[in-house]
């Protein structure tokens, strides 16, 4: 087998480059897994931020119509701070305040 000289050094640097490149590609699909799960996270923290303030919203405009504190009347629109949720728009309209089954409310927040 004299006549098949392989050189070592070129054996060696092809499988370190071939290494390297396969090292560089598993490290691209874990960053792409990992930055994708992070805004998934991310959206599904936004959303039941979200939800917790709107319920929040919603209990504080039913204990204002139920005290009757409520800032304005027959429609109101005001905006409450919920502790830890932070700021949302409450609108209520109470048409006929001898009838609550014709009170409206209507709670908005940034998503």
Known sequence: MSWLK???????????????????????????????????????????????????????ALDDLRTGTVPCAPTCTYNSTLPGLGNVDITIEDPDPDNISQVKITVSTEY
């Open 6 to 60: 392989i050189p070592k050094k070129g054996v060696t640097i092809v499988i370190v480059m071939g290494m390297l490149i396969f090292m560089t590609v598993l490290a691209g699909v874990v960053l792409a897994i990992i930055s994708s799960q992070a805004r998934l996270t991310n959206h599904q923290f936004r959303r039941t931020r979200a939800y917790y303030q709107l319920w929040g919203a919603m209990n504080v």
